[in-house]
């Protein structure tokens, strides 16, 4: 069914219409630079994401009439005005696809190209069942998944969602009522990364600065190994936009009616007993003025400046006042100095309160540099924020000196190793001139600093904090990650030609932290999973040691220089199943008989089953050994191994080391190279 916005069938738009105006497009513009993200691409088309709905409906009207203005431009160039809409068809009801179809027809007589997007749901036949219980974040994670890839296919870099000024209200509530009082979930931000897409390399953004993301610049001075390193990625990917935040649901709805737009009406969104959102929704209207929507978006508004200022104090600091000694993405390891303390009360930090917030939001960001997490929560560094900023302490708690005592902690993932250092040499001296001047006064303990007025952050010269991955436990209810990739055989024969008509797979991101694209042109499967300390058993037994990296380093060599200690259990290794029948006294024979086919494999070895499975059943897995193959972040891979076929790249995610600062020369090279062939 739908709906014309001249009738007062949808949500009394006639008595609506009476007391709201239509958006302009002088509005819509104002709107789109307050909210289009700083330093990044300009060029291309922007995406939009359509429901049929009237938010998502006026959107695409005040666009179409974006398309016919002279080009938008504020102080970093043009913001692109050529749209490129994406419509779903959810399939969770009869008629959604010629709904779906009906929308894609009004978009295209607005100007506005436009492609259907089909949901594929866990069900038989990929619809949502009747019977099938309606999960919305399920629907969610579809729809912006959908998006994501959708966007990523058309080379589009930013989508432009209606979320407006009630979803603003209605999402706030339902945090209040959720007890979810963190910041950054209380309220829709007005730009982000594309939210449900973790893992998903291209579409995923790390996370979101207001300062905007700039490419990162490297002091090449500070950093360590610097013939040897991964490449790490600097792909930002997609990032949504909400421009229509600061506008009330009444005036898309008149913005469709002026315009002569027709929207669809999805029932479920009426009915209060389906989901949450659906239940506030319905309750809104009979709550006090306090939690009207008004007052709900003035309370939100002020959260997000507040955030954002936070956000940027700690970015400063971040930049200048925290270093970054070191960061080996080889095993995916930082060193940091964090400044000696948080100084407040200033015109930007006014209370203690704030203060700790700065340091939090610091944290969580020095944290992220080497996360497997998708990011880190407020509430997972607290215990942190006490350890380095004691001072900033809340209430002080009973456990307070057993926590400064610690020397090694984990807050969202990351191992945290203090490290007592001396003095360098330039800060002997300082200190030497400070104890001679005045009359002596001695520097102010760390945990009672001066709060009359605000001194210099410095770096704290005696504290250097390592981190790393936070290594795996097997009383953890989240196992090691784990990735199955299986064989393809029938490309095999291609391969040997040099003539592999395959492009690279979709890469796998690896505990968080690691890019991998591995091809199994052989006619075993492959295992991703954490190198472990039975296998360097394994490769003494096999005589493993003699692999070569890059610069004719062994193994031991390789993991001594690039994933010392216990980082060496948290890195990517790649292991081939093969069966316990392998007809050869070793896996790895000097003069390999390479076969083209399955088939000819079958002639060739006739007690060998390939694992065609991309979970083994029980009894394949009793019926394999897991070979190891190579340690892609450091370089490392058996030589001359006897099958062909397997090939492989590694690269770190993208990292946010601070605008115009971080470490290394921005290329990073190559450690062993950070792809290879294993010919087997």
């Not at 038989?124 to 999960?135: I, N, Q, V």
Request: aromatic share 8%.
């Amino acid at each position: 069914m739908f709906f014309r916005a001249t009738t007062s069938l949808l949500f009394n738009a006639s008595t609506i219409a009476s007391k709201a105006r239509p958006i302009s497009q002088e509005e819509f513009e104002k709107a789109l630079k307050k909210a289009w993200p700083p330093n990044i691409k300009r060029n291309g088309r922007i995406g939009l994401a359509i429901s049929g709905g009237v938010d998502s409906m006026a959107l695409a009207t005040l666009c179409a009439e974006r398309t016919r203005c002279p080009p938008l431009e504020d102080n970093q160039g043009n913001i692109p005005s050529q749209f490129q809409a994406f419509v779903v068809d959810h399939r969770a009801r009869e008629g959604s696809d010629r709904e779906a179809r009906a929308v894609a027809t009004q978009l295209e007589r607005m100007g506005i190209s436009s492609e259907i997007l089909t949901l594929e749901w866990p069900y038989p036949g990929g619809k949502l069942s009747p019977d099938a219980p309606f999960g919305e974040n399920s629907a969610r994670k579809l729809r912006f998944r959908a998006f994501g890839l959708a966007c990523r296919n058309h080379g589009i870099d930013y989508v432009l969602l209606a979320h407006h000024a009630d979803d603003q209200a209605e999402n706030t509530l339902m945090r209040l009522v959720a007890c979810t009082h963190s910041s950054p979930r209380l309220c829709i931000i007005d730009r982000g990364g594309l939210p449900e897409s973790f893992g998903i390399y291209g579409v995923h953004s790390p996370y979101w600065h207001d300062g905007g993301i700039e490419e990162n610049t490297i002091r090449a001075t500070e950093t360590r190994n610097q013939d040897h390193s991964l490449p790490i990625d600097q792909n930002i990917g997609i990032q949504v936009i909400r421009p229509l935040l600061s506008f009330r649901k009444e005036r898309l709805i008149v913005t469709c009616e002026a315009n002569h737009t027709f929207w669809w009406e999805d029932p479920t969104n009426s009915d209060p007993t389906l989901t949450k959102r659906n239940a506030i929704r319905a309750i809104m209207p009979r709550l006090p003025q306090a939690l009207q929507t008004p007052s709900l978006v003035s309370f939100t508004s002020r959260i997000s400046n507040r955030r954002n200022e936070i956000e940027a104090i700690a970015q400063e600091i971040f930049k200048k006042n925290t270093a970054l000694l070191d960061f080996n993405p080889c095993a995916g390891t930082a060193e940091v100095r964090f400044p000696a303390s948080i100084p407040y009360p200033d015109a930007k930090i006014p209370s203690k309160g704030a203060a700790h917030h700065v340091a939090s939001c610091l944290i969580r960001h020095v944290l992220r540099l080497v996360s497997p997490n998708e990011d880190v929560t407020s509430a997972s560094v607290e215990s942190v924020v006490l350890r380095l900023f004691p001072e900033l302490a809340r209430s002080e708690p009973r456990n307070l000196e057993k926590l400064l005592g610690e020397k090694r902690f984990c807050a969202g993932n990351v191992l945290v190793e203090r490290i007592e250092t001396p003095l360098l040499e330039a800060e002997k001296e300082k200190e030497k001139e400070k104890e001679g001047e005045g009359e002596g006064e001695q520097s102010q303990p760390r945990s009672t600093p001066k709060l009359t007025t605000r001194p210099q952050i410095q770096f704290n010269p005696k504290t250097t904090y390592r981190l790393s991955r936070q290594p795996y436990s097997n009383t953890s209810l989240t196992p090691p990650p784990t990735h199955t990739i299986p064989p393809q055989p029938q490309h095999y024969p291609n391969h040997l030609k040099n003539n592999d008509p395959n492009p690279d797979p979709d890469p796998i991101l690896f505990d968080g932290r690691f890019w991998l694209t591995t091809k199994n042109l052989t006619p075993y499967s492959l295992l991703l999973r954490p190198y472990q300390k039975q296998d360097s058993e394994q490769l003494k037994d096999k005589g493993g040691m003699n692999g070569k990296g890059e610069g004719d380093l062994d193994v031991s060599d390789l993991l001594r220089r690039f994933a010392p200690g216990d980082t060496r259990w948290t890195i990517p290794a790649i292991f081939i199943l093969l069966p316990h029948t392998f007809p050869s006294p070793s896996p790895f024979p000097s003069n390999p008989t390479i076969p083209e086919t399955e088939g000819e494999t079958q002639k060739k070895y006739p007690n060998i089953t390939p694992n065609n499975n991309t979970k083994p059943s029980p009894k394949t897995e009793t019926e394999t050994s897991e070979i190891l193959l190579a340690l892609p972040s450091i370089g490392w891979s058996l030589p001359e191994p006897e099958l062909r076929g397997v090939e492989w790249r590694c690269w770190f995610r993208f990292v946010e080391f601070g605008r115009g600062r971080g470490v290394g020369d921005g290329k990073f090279g190559t450690c062993g190279g950070g792809g290879g062939v294993v010919e087997y």
